[in-house]
């Protein structure tokens, strides 16, 4: 994740890193540093010398924050052009946008640390279309999640929340099956395990839970296997336009 790093860069050496950092569009480039702000456009701001955090995204984005809150003191939804350069001895970057026309220059006085960070686009695979799909899918083609199980039921309301499918193994087990598009975590592992205790209350039956994702972290899969629960990887969809339920709501037969 962390590809390049300076500690108290001097000004040559922290033009060096922005400048090979900042082009191809694959880091967040962040910088730490005593610096002035320079905002011209729409209105004209000028923030003191200050420590500042200075981030700039892959899109060409950009944000400076201070100490303080969640909203940046400056920032660009997306550049047009970024230039670094030395001038009077001190590191210069400069954002621009042409529509409409903006410019924030930022002069960095004494820099702490600038790191290039290459993050990983959506935190990992994420299923084409909405969970809905997902859904209506995967109860076309439960074979996906396991072979042989049958879906009884989707969007099982309980006390508790909706049950995305609500199926029967091979064996005639109850299942449980909560869908996520993207990699799982430790709260879809605390909803699963809700729905499962709130249908072992309510049936009286055995009932298996299971986690269906294209992935999932190491914690989520940890409390899942503590919790006797199940991770089934789904990483493709078939395309289908509809499907077919067993009747009845909590029809178990």
């Not at 091979?170 to 809700?194: D, F, I, P, S």
Request: aromatic letters at 4%.
């Amino acid at each position: 994740m962390v590809e390049d790093q300076r500690i108290t860069p001097d000004a040559a050496e922290l033009v060096e890193f922005l400048d090979e950092h900042l082009g191809g569009g694959r880091c967040l480039v962040q910088v730490i540093a005593e610096c002035e702000v320079m905002y011209v456009g729409r209105a004209a701001s000028v923030a003191d010398a200050g420590d500042f955090v200075v981030m700039l995204k892959a899109d060409g984005s950009l944000q400076v924050h201070d100490y303080r809150g969640v909203k940046p003191v400056n920032w660009q939804p997306r550049a047009d052009h970024v230039r670094v350069a030395i001038e009077d001895e001190m590191a210069v970057l400069t954002v621009e946008r042409r529509s409409p026309e903006e410019m924030v220059r930022i002069v960095f006085l004494e820099t702490a640390l600038a790191q290039a960070l290459h993050l990983r686009e959506g935190s990992g695979f994420v299923l084409m279309g909405s969970e809905a799909e997902m859904q209506r899918a995967l109860t076309s083609a439960p074979e996906l999640i396991e072979p042989g199980l049958r879906v009884l039921d989707v969007e099982l309301p309980t006390d508790v929340g909706g049950i995305d499918l609500f199926a029967r193994d091979r064996e005639g087990v109850l299942l449980v099956v909560e869908l996520k598009r993207g990699k799982a975590t430790q709260e879809a592992v605390h909803q699963l395990a809700r729905y499962v205790e709130r249908v072992r209350e309510i049936t009286g039956e055995r009932v298996r839970g299971v986690l269906a994702a294209p992935a999932i972290t190491k914690p989520a899969l940890a409390v899942l296997a503590r919790r006797g629960l199940e991770f089934a990887e789904v990483t493709a969809l078939p395309d289908v336009a509809s499907a077919t339920l067993q009747p009845g709501l909590f029809s178990l037969a």
